[in-house]
Protein backbone atom coordinates (compact mmCIF):
# COMPACT_ATOMS: atom_id res chain seq x y z
CA UNK A 1 0.00 0.00 0.00
CA UNK A 2 1.44 3.49 -1.36
CA UNK A 3 0.96 6.27 1.04
CA UNK A 4 1.07 9.65 -0.26
CA UNK A 5 4.13 11.98 1.02
CA UNK A 6 2.78 14.97 0.70
CA UNK A 7 0.03 13.94 3.11
CA UNK A 8 2.84 13.22 6.07
CA UNK A 9 4.75 15.67 8.40
CA UNK A 10 8.24 16.15 7.23
CA UNK A 11 10.26 14.21 8.84
CA UNK A 12 8.27 11.19 7.61
CA UNK A 13 8.81 11.62 4.00
CA UNK A 14 12.32 13.57 3.82
CA UNK A 15 14.28 10.55 4.46
CA UNK A 16 12.21 8.85 1.92
CA UNK A 17 13.53 10.59 -0.93
CA UNK A 18 17.45 10.17 0.35
CA UNK A 19 16.79 6.63 -0.18
CA UNK A 20 17.45 4.90 -3.43
CA UNK A 21 14.33 2.82 -4.27
CA UNK A 22 13.84 -0.50 -5.30
CA UNK A 23 10.15 -0.01 -7.07
CA UNK A 24 9.96 1.57 -10.13
CA UNK A 25 6.30 2.89 -9.18
CA UNK A 26 7.58 4.13 -5.80
CA UNK A 27 10.55 5.87 -7.36
CA UNK A 28 8.15 7.66 -9.95
CA UNK A 29 5.75 8.91 -7.38
CA UNK A 30 8.68 10.12 -5.45
CA UNK A 31 9.79 12.18 -8.17
CA UNK A 32 6.20 13.95 -8.74
CA UNK A 33 6.21 14.58 -5.09
CA UNK A 34 8.73 16.20 -5.66
CA UNK A 35 8.70 18.05 -8.53
CA UNK A 36 4.84 18.99 -7.08
CA UNK A 37 6.76 20.25 -3.97
CA UNK A 38 9.01 23.04 -6.03
CA UNK A 39 5.92 24.18 -8.24
CA UNK A 40 4.23 25.07 -5.01
CA UNK A 41 6.75 26.70 -3.44
CA UNK A 42 7.52 28.56 -6.75
CA UNK A 43 3.90 29.74 -6.93
CA UNK A 44 4.32 30.69 -2.65
CA UNK A 45 7.31 33.05 -3.85
CA UNK A 46 5.98 34.36 -6.97
CA UNK A 47 2.58 35.57 -4.83
CA UNK A 48 4.27 36.77 -1.83
CA UNK A 49 6.68 38.81 -3.69
CA UNK A 50 3.53 40.41 -5.84
CA UNK A 51 1.35 41.19 -2.39
CA UNK A 52 4.82 42.69 -0.66
CA UNK A 53 4.76 44.79 -3.99
CA UNK A 54 1.46 45.60 -3.77
CA UNK A 55 1.22 46.87 -0.25
CA UNK A 56 4.07 49.10 -0.58
CA UNK A 57 2.42 51.03 -3.48
CA UNK A 58 -0.81 51.33 -1.30
CA UNK A 59 1.23 52.39 1.37
CA UNK A 60 3.18 54.97 -0.75
CA UNK A 61 -0.14 56.15 -2.39
CA UNK A 62 -1.55 56.70 1.14
CA UNK A 63 1.52 58.37 2.46
CA UNK A 64 1.67 60.90 -0.76
CA UNK A 65 -2.31 61.61 -0.51
CA UNK A 66 -1.73 62.57 2.84
CA UNK A 67 0.71 65.09 2.39
CA UNK A 68 -1.12 66.30 -0.62
CA UNK A 69 -3.99 67.33 1.90
CA UNK A 70 -1.98 68.53 4.69
CA UNK A 71 0.12 70.67 2.56
CA UNK A 72 -2.30 73.56 1.64
CA UNK A 73 -2.73 73.57 5.91
CA UNK A 74 1.13 73.80 6.29
CA UNK A 75 1.24 76.55 3.56
CA UNK A 76 -1.25 78.46 5.34
CA UNK A 77 0.78 78.47 8.78
CA UNK A 78 3.99 78.91 7.33
CA UNK A 79 1.89 82.14 4.94
CA UNK A 80 0.50 83.40 8.29
CA UNK A 81 3.73 83.54 10.02
CA UNK A 82 5.35 84.45 7.40
CA UNK A 83 5.63 88.85 7.15
CA UNK A 84 3.11 90.25 4.61
CA UNK A 85 5.09 91.77 1.09
CA UNK A 86 4.22 95.55 0.42
CA UNK A 87 4.12 95.77 -2.88
CA UNK A 88 4.22 99.57 -3.32
CA UNK A 89 1.38 100.84 -5.53
CA UNK A 90 2.00 105.01 -6.35
CA UNK A 91 -2.04 105.48 -7.18
CA UNK A 92 -2.93 104.36 -3.68
CA UNK A 93 -0.40 106.33 -1.46
CA UNK A 94 -1.68 109.18 -3.61
CA UNK A 95 -5.32 108.68 -2.92
CA UNK A 96 -4.31 107.82 0.62
CA UNK A 97 -2.59 110.81 1.36
CA UNK A 98 -5.31 113.40 -0.49
CA UNK A 99 -8.17 111.88 1.62
CA UNK A 100 -6.22 112.58 4.58
CA UNK A 101 -6.37 116.10 4.43
CA UNK A 102 -9.46 118.43 6.02
CA UNK A 103 -11.82 119.71 4.02
CA UNK A 104 -12.50 119.65 0.45
CA UNK A 105 -9.64 119.17 -1.92
CA UNK A 106 -10.24 121.40 -4.82
CA UNK A 107 -8.12 122.79 -8.07
CA UNK A 108 -8.83 124.03 -11.33
CA UNK A 109 -10.76 122.30 -14.04
CA UNK A 110 -11.12 123.31 -17.69
CA UNK A 111 -14.73 121.52 -17.28
CA UNK A 112 -17.14 124.02 -17.12
CA UNK A 113 -19.86 122.76 -13.80
CA UNK A 114 -21.02 122.72 -9.99
CA UNK A 115 -17.61 121.85 -8.02
CA UNK A 116 -16.22 120.58 -11.35
CA UNK A 117 -12.75 121.57 -9.95
CA UNK A 118 -13.06 119.34 -6.90
CA UNK A 119 -11.06 116.45 -6.51
CA UNK A 120 -12.52 114.93 -3.04
CA UNK A 121 -15.73 115.81 -1.06
CA UNK A 122 -15.71 114.22 2.21
CA UNK A 123 -18.83 115.12 3.65
CA UNK A 124 -20.40 112.97 0.78
CA UNK A 125 -19.45 110.25 3.54
CA UNK A 126 -20.53 112.27 6.70
CA UNK A 127 -24.34 112.46 5.19
CA UNK A 128 -23.93 108.90 4.17
CA UNK A 129 -22.88 107.74 7.88
CA UNK A 130 -25.79 109.80 9.29
CA UNK A 131 -28.25 108.53 7.54
CA UNK A 132 -27.36 105.21 8.11
CA UNK A 133 -26.26 105.00 11.69
CA UNK A 134 -28.57 107.65 12.98
CA UNK A 135 -31.11 109.18 11.26
CA UNK A 136 -32.69 105.80 10.28
CA UNK A 137 -32.83 104.06 13.29
CA UNK A 138 -33.35 106.95 15.50
CA UNK A 139 -36.34 108.22 13.52
CA UNK A 140 -37.64 104.51 13.89
CA UNK A 141 -37.89 104.46 17.37
CA UNK A 142 -39.51 107.98 17.39
CA UNK A 143 -42.13 106.91 15.18
CA UNK A 144 -42.19 103.57 17.33
CA UNK A 145 -42.39 105.57 20.53
CA UNK A 146 -45.37 107.98 19.44
CA UNK A 147 -47.45 104.93 18.16
CA UNK A 148 -46.82 103.08 21.90
CA UNK A 149 -47.58 106.10 24.09
CA UNK A 150 -50.82 107.20 21.78
CA UNK A 151 -52.10 103.18 22.28
CA UNK A 152 -50.63 103.74 26.05
CA UNK A 153 -52.68 107.45 26.74
CA UNK A 154 -55.84 105.48 25.03
CA UNK A 155 -55.59 102.47 27.41
CA UNK A 156 -55.19 104.91 30.38
CA UNK A 157 -57.36 107.72 29.75
CA UNK A 158 -59.80 106.08 27.28
CA UNK A 159 -62.06 108.35 24.76
CA UNK A 160 -62.61 111.96 25.91
CA UNK A 161 -66.55 112.16 25.98
CA UNK A 162 -69.18 115.10 25.92
CA UNK A 163 -70.01 115.20 29.94
CA UNK A 164 -73.62 116.76 29.09
CA UNK A 165 -73.41 113.72 26.18
CA UNK A 166 -74.51 114.63 22.54
CA UNK A 167 -77.55 116.79 21.90
CA UNK A 168 -79.76 116.98 18.87
CA UNK A 169 -78.79 120.69 18.40
CA UNK A 170 -75.75 121.90 15.91
CA UNK A 171 -73.84 124.62 15.30
CA UNK A 172 -72.17 125.21 11.66
CA UNK A 173 -68.35 125.13 11.66
CA UNK A 174 -66.62 124.47 8.40
CA UNK A 175 -67.75 125.10 4.96
CA UNK A 176 -67.52 122.68 2.11
CA UNK A 177 -64.77 124.78 0.22
CA UNK A 178 -62.90 124.24 3.81
CA UNK A 179 -63.89 120.50 4.67
CA UNK A 180 -62.07 119.92 0.79
CA UNK A 181 -58.94 121.73 1.30
CA UNK A 182 -58.54 119.97 4.80
CA UNK A 183 -58.92 116.76 2.97
CA UNK A 184 -56.99 117.70 0.19
CA UNK A 185 -53.87 118.53 1.85
CA UNK A 186 -54.48 115.45 4.86
CA UNK A 187 -54.55 112.90 1.65
CA UNK A 188 -51.46 114.19 -0.37
CA UNK A 189 -49.70 114.50 2.78
CA UNK A 190 -50.24 111.08 3.72
CA UNK A 191 -49.76 109.79 0.45
CA UNK A 192 -46.09 111.63 0.62
CA UNK A 193 -45.45 110.25 3.86
CA UNK A 194 -46.11 106.64 3.06
CA UNK A 195 -43.60 107.06 0.05
CA UNK A 196 -41.19 108.64 2.16
CA UNK A 197 -41.30 106.25 4.64
CA UNK A 198 -40.55 103.76 2.18
CA UNK A 199 -37.39 105.07 1.03
CA UNK A 200 -36.46 105.38 3.95
CA UNK A 201 -37.27 102.27 6.31
CA UNK A 202 -37.91 100.16 3.01
CA UNK A 203 -34.01 98.97 3.03
CA UNK A 204 -33.84 97.15 6.54
CA UNK A 205 -37.70 96.78 6.90
CA UNK A 206 -39.30 95.37 3.88
CA UNK A 207 -36.35 94.36 1.58
CA UNK A 208 -36.04 90.75 3.42
CA UNK A 209 -39.60 90.22 3.69
CA UNK A 210 -40.54 90.87 -0.35
CA UNK A 211 -37.62 90.38 -1.97
CA UNK A 212 -35.33 92.53 -4.34
CA UNK A 213 -37.43 93.08 -7.35
CA UNK A 214 -40.61 93.73 -5.91
CA UNK A 215 -38.67 96.19 -3.50
CA UNK A 216 -37.29 97.59 -6.49
CA UNK A 217 -40.35 97.99 -8.38
CA UNK A 218 -42.13 99.62 -5.21
CA UNK A 219 -39.17 102.08 -4.19
CA UNK A 220 -39.02 103.20 -7.58
CA UNK A 221 -42.54 103.74 -7.72
CA UNK A 222 -42.40 105.55 -4.34
CA UNK A 223 -39.82 107.89 -5.59
CA UNK A 224 -41.25 109.09 -9.20
CA UNK A 225 -44.63 109.40 -6.59
CA UNK A 226 -43.20 111.54 -3.93
CA UNK A 227 -41.29 113.50 -6.64
CA UNK A 228 -44.40 114.01 -8.61
CA UNK A 229 -46.78 115.00 -5.64
CA UNK A 230 -44.31 116.91 -3.92
CA UNK A 231 -45.21 120.29 -5.60
CA UNK A 232 -49.02 119.54 -5.10
CA UNK A 233 -48.31 119.76 -1.42
CA UNK A 234 -47.14 123.28 -1.75
CA UNK A 235 -50.35 124.33 -3.35
CA UNK A 236 -52.52 122.81 -0.88
CA UNK A 237 -50.68 124.59 1.54
CA UNK A 238 -50.25 127.64 0.16
CA UNK A 239 -54.51 127.07 0.26
CA UNK A 240 -54.52 125.95 3.84
CA UNK A 241 -52.77 129.02 4.76
CA UNK A 242 -54.72 131.82 2.98
CA UNK A 243 -58.25 130.18 4.25
CA UNK A 244 -57.34 129.63 8.00
CA UNK A 245 -54.85 132.45 8.72
CA UNK A 246 -57.51 135.15 10.38
CA UNK A 247 -58.45 132.47 12.54
CA UNK A 248 -55.16 131.27 13.43
CA UNK A 249 -54.00 134.73 15.07
CA UNK A 250 -53.03 134.12 18.80
CA UNK A 251 -54.61 135.89 21.17
CA UNK A 252 -54.78 136.78 24.82
CA UNK A 253 -56.56 133.71 26.39
CA UNK A 254 -54.84 131.50 24.21
CA UNK A 255 -51.63 131.41 27.18
CA UNK A 256 -54.28 130.86 29.76
CA UNK A 257 -55.10 127.41 27.78
CA UNK A 258 -51.67 126.70 27.39
CA UNK A 259 -50.47 127.05 30.73
CA UNK A 260 -53.81 124.88 32.04
CA UNK A 261 -52.52 122.22 29.10
CA UNK A 262 -55.72 122.49 27.30
CA UNK A 263 -57.69 121.13 30.47
CA UNK A 264 -55.22 118.36 31.70
CA UNK A 265 -53.94 120.54 34.94
CA UNK A 266 -56.94 121.19 36.82
CA UNK A 267 -60.72 120.54 36.15
CA UNK A 268 -62.90 121.61 33.66
CA UNK A 269 -62.05 122.97 29.92
CA UNK A 270 -60.69 125.96 29.49
CA UNK A 271 -62.62 128.25 27.08
CA UNK A 272 -61.48 129.16 23.88
CA UNK A 273 -62.22 130.59 20.68
CA UNK A 274 -63.27 128.81 17.21
CA UNK A 275 -59.58 127.31 17.37
CA UNK A 276 -58.31 126.86 20.92
CA UNK A 277 -54.21 127.71 21.23
CA UNK A 278 -53.36 123.88 20.34
CA UNK A 279 -55.18 124.15 17.22
CA UNK A 280 -53.39 127.33 16.67
CA UNK A 281 -50.13 125.99 17.23
CA UNK A 282 -50.58 123.45 15.21
CA UNK A 283 -51.75 125.68 12.22
CA UNK A 284 -48.27 127.39 12.23
CA UNK A 285 -46.03 124.38 12.76
CA UNK A 286 -48.03 123.20 9.71
CA UNK A 287 -47.41 126.32 7.57
CA UNK A 288 -43.89 127.08 9.05
CA UNK A 289 -42.49 123.24 8.78
CA UNK A 290 -44.24 122.57 6.05
CA UNK A 291 -42.44 125.45 3.81
CA UNK A 292 -39.24 124.44 5.31
CA UNK A 293 -40.48 120.57 3.64
CA UNK A 294 -41.24 122.15 0.71
CA UNK A 295 -38.30 124.24 -0.15
CA UNK A 296 -35.80 121.68 0.90
CA UNK A 297 -37.87 119.30 -1.21
CA UNK A 298 -37.87 121.49 -4.19
CA UNK A 299 -34.09 121.65 -3.73
CA UNK A 300 -33.92 117.89 -3.87
CA UNK A 301 -36.28 117.19 -7.26
CA UNK A 302 -34.50 119.70 -9.03
CA UNK A 303 -31.04 120.01 -8.74
CA UNK A 304 -30.54 122.63 -12.05
CA UNK A 305 -29.73 125.42 -10.35
CA UNK A 306 -26.53 125.70 -9.35
CA UNK A 307 -26.48 123.66 -5.97
CA UNK A 308 -23.04 122.14 -4.40
CA UNK A 309 -23.72 118.79 -3.26
CA UNK A 310 -23.09 120.21 0.38
CA UNK A 311 -26.59 122.09 0.06
CA UNK A 312 -28.03 118.64 -0.95
CA UNK A 313 -27.33 116.95 1.87
CA UNK A 314 -28.08 119.56 4.08
CA UNK A 315 -31.76 120.07 2.09
CA UNK A 316 -32.32 116.11 2.61
CA UNK A 317 -31.21 116.26 6.04
CA UNK A 318 -33.80 119.19 6.95
CA UNK A 319 -36.27 117.30 4.53
CA UNK A 320 -36.20 114.17 6.94
CA UNK A 321 -35.98 115.91 10.47
CA UNK A 322 -39.22 118.66 9.68
CA UNK A 323 -41.09 115.87 8.20
CA UNK A 324 -40.81 113.64 11.02
CA UNK A 325 -41.62 116.06 12.93
CA UNK A 326 -44.61 116.70 11.49
CA UNK A 327 -45.59 112.93 11.14
CA UNK A 328 -45.23 112.97 15.05
CA UNK A 329 -47.34 115.65 15.59
CA UNK A 330 -49.43 114.42 12.51
CA UNK A 331 -50.28 111.29 14.39
CA UNK A 332 -51.39 112.96 17.29
CA UNK A 333 -53.94 114.81 15.22
CA UNK A 334 -55.43 111.53 13.49
CA UNK A 335 -55.67 110.67 17.23
CA UNK A 336 -57.89 112.87 18.44
CA UNK A 337 -60.29 113.41 15.50
CA UNK A 338 -60.44 109.52 15.26
CA UNK A 339 -60.47 107.46 18.61
CA UNK A 340 -59.37 110.25 20.92
CA UNK A 341 -62.13 112.54 21.36
CA UNK A 342 -66.50 112.09 20.60
CA UNK A 343 -67.62 114.50 18.01
CA UNK A 344 -64.15 116.15 17.06
CA UNK A 345 -64.46 114.62 13.44
CA UNK A 346 -67.48 115.50 12.17
CA UNK A 347 -67.01 119.42 11.84
CA UNK A 348 -64.47 117.82 8.97
CA UNK A 349 -67.15 115.67 7.93
CA UNK A 350 -70.59 117.02 7.56
CA UNK A 351 -69.73 120.70 8.63
CA UNK A 352 -71.87 120.57 11.62
CA UNK A 353 -70.91 120.09 15.06
CA UNK A 354 -72.29 119.29 18.46
CA UNK A 355 -73.82 121.99 20.70
CA UNK A 356 -72.42 120.43 23.94
CA UNK A 357 -69.20 119.79 21.93
CA UNK A 358 -68.78 123.32 21.18
CA UNK A 359 -69.82 124.63 24.81
CA UNK A 360 -66.66 122.17 26.28
CA UNK A 361 -63.99 123.04 23.81
CA UNK A 362 -64.87 126.12 22.35
CA UNK A 363 -67.24 127.86 24.86
CA UNK A 364 -66.47 131.50 23.97
CA UNK A 365 -67.41 130.73 19.47
CA UNK A 366 -70.63 128.77 21.04
CA UNK A 367 -71.93 131.64 23.70
CA UNK A 368 -71.44 134.14 20.69
CA UNK A 369 -73.39 131.79 17.78
CA UNK A 370 -75.92 131.03 20.85
CA UNK A 371 -76.13 135.07 21.38
CA UNK A 372 -76.43 135.43 17.35
CA UNK A 373 -79.23 132.32 17.02
CA UNK A 374 -77.12 129.81 14.91
CA UNK A 375 -78.09 127.19 16.68
CA UNK A 376 -80.47 124.62 14.83
CA UNK A 377 -81.75 120.90 15.16
CA UNK A 378 -80.69 118.33 13.60
CA UNK A 379 -84.13 118.00 12.00
CA UNK A 380 -82.99 121.41 10.35
CA UNK A 381 -79.71 119.94 9.11
CA UNK A 382 -80.96 117.32 7.76
CA UNK A 383 -83.47 119.82 5.83
CA UNK A 384 -80.96 121.78 4.54
CA UNK A 385 -78.36 119.31 2.96
CA UNK A 386 -81.69 117.75 1.45
CA UNK A 387 -82.78 121.02 0.46
CA UNK A 388 -79.43 121.78 -1.08
CA UNK A 389 -79.50 125.07 1.29
CA UNK A 390 -76.34 124.61 3.20
CA UNK A 391 -74.36 126.31 0.92
CA UNK A 392 -76.29 129.20 1.35
CA UNK A 393 -76.08 128.58 5.29
CA UNK A 394 -71.95 127.90 4.92
CA UNK A 395 -71.54 131.18 2.74
CA UNK A 396 -73.67 133.00 5.67
CA UNK A 397 -71.78 131.54 8.46
CA UNK A 398 -68.56 131.89 7.03
CA UNK A 399 -68.99 135.80 6.44
CA UNK A 400 -69.94 136.08 10.43
CA UNK A 401 -67.34 134.01 11.97
CA UNK A 402 -64.40 135.69 9.71
Not at 106 to 132: C, D, H, K
Not at 212 to 234: I, R, T, Y
Not at 274 to 286: A, I, P, R, V
Amino acid sequence: MLVQADRLPAFCWQPVLQRRSTSCSGNLFCRMGYQERLMRRALFSSAGVETAGFSAVLMLTLVLAFLLLMAPHAMAETAGNAPAIQVPNPSTDLWREVRQRDGVTSGRSQIAGVESGTLINPYGETWRNFRMKQLIPYSGYLLAGMLLLLILFFLVRGKIRVKAGISNKKLFRYTLYERMIHWFIASVFLFLALTGLILLFGRSLLLPWIGSEVFSLLASASKEGHNLFGPVFAVALLLVFIRFVRRNIYQKGDLTWLLKGGGIIGKGHVPSNFFNMGEKSMFWLLVLVGAVIVGSGLILVFPVFGQARITMELSHVSHALTTLLMILVIMGHIYIGSVGMEGALDGMTTGYCDLNWAREHHAEWATLCEQEGKVITDVEVSRLRGDGDTQQHAATSAQETG
